[in-house]
């Protein structure tokens, strides 16, 4: 049974950090690329960032891009979203997912579609 558990989020003043973590289970973790998308109340699901298995290939939505980083350690079956600077407009919840395709174009990997698995989602809230 595949599992995939979001870290606790949390309440941050704005500018603030957070580092989410998404541990992985029941499947061959580095065969898969890894995202991490949110939803704000009253909105659709947004990509937010991907990371292929060798990490050669990451994207990132263009609004979070130089606050937001994201990583994997493949040996602890983990993915990271660290997110600095963080507004107001990136509360949301925050899903983890996964899925075995290959990611070298952002459009692909913002696709919901494409992932297989997802994690319950954690709550980011940024006050200002």
């Known amino acids: 049974q595949v599992q995939l558990v979001e870290s606790e989020g949390g309440l941050v003043q704005a500018g603030g950090s957070l580092r989410l973590s998404c541990a992985a289970s029941?499947?061959?973790?580095?065969?898969?690329?890894m995202g991490w998308f949110r939803q704000a109340p009253g909105k659709e699901r947004e990509f937010v960032a991907a990371?292929?298995?060798?990490?050669?290939?990451?994207h990132y939505l263009d609004s979070v891009k130089g606050r937001f980083t994201i990583s994997r350690d493949n040996a602890k079956n983990t993915v990271y979203l660290q997110m600095n600077s963080l507004k107001p407009k990136d509360t949301a919840v925050y899903y983890c997912?996964?899925?075995?395709?290959?990611?070298?174009?952002?459009?692909?990997?913002?696709?919901?579609?494409?992932?297989?698995?997802w994690g319950q989602g954690t709550q980011v809230t940024v006050s200002s």
């Open positions: 997912a996964a899925g075995r395709f290959p990611v070298y174009v952002r459009t692909i990997a913002a696709e919901p579609r494409r992932y297989d698995y």
């Open positions: 029941g499947l061959t973790f580095s065969s898969y690329t």
């Open positions: 990371i292929n298995w060798s990490v050669d290939n990451i």
